[in-house]
């Protein structure tokens, strides 16, 4: 299940805990990390002309995060749960 929101020139999908996936122009983006030294997200594109590849990276980032924020007790037997 993801929350779809447009405005601004931009489309925003909140996929899971910590990943949002806009696109704007011509790239999607999507935050992979943080970086303790610069005290800063970091973040990852790509082009928006190969939609296919750009959810295959983002559906890895959706794994890797399902491990860190697993669904919840209360979620877990919902529809909404594709595990």
């Keep these: ?3 779809v929101h447009d405005g601004y020139g931009l489309a925003l999908v909140s996929v899971w805990v910590g990943l949002v996936v806009w696109c704007k122009d011509d790239r ?17 594109w790509h082009p928006a002309g190969d939609a ?3 959810a ?3 559906a890895f980032r ?5 491990e ?3 669904p919840s ?3 877990a037997g919902a529809r909404c749960d594709p595990a």
Excluded: F, K, S
């Design 73 to 75: 007790e209360l979620t």
């Design 68 to 70: 860190v924020h697993p």
């Design 62 to 66: 959706y794994v890797e995060l399902r």
């Design 1 to 3: 299940m993801a929350d």
């Design 28 to 44: 999607y983006w999507w935050r992979t990390g943080w970086d303790a030294r610069r005290h800063r997200p970091v973040y990852a």
């Design 52 to 54: 296919v590849q750009a």
């Design 56 to 58: 295959r990276r983002i």
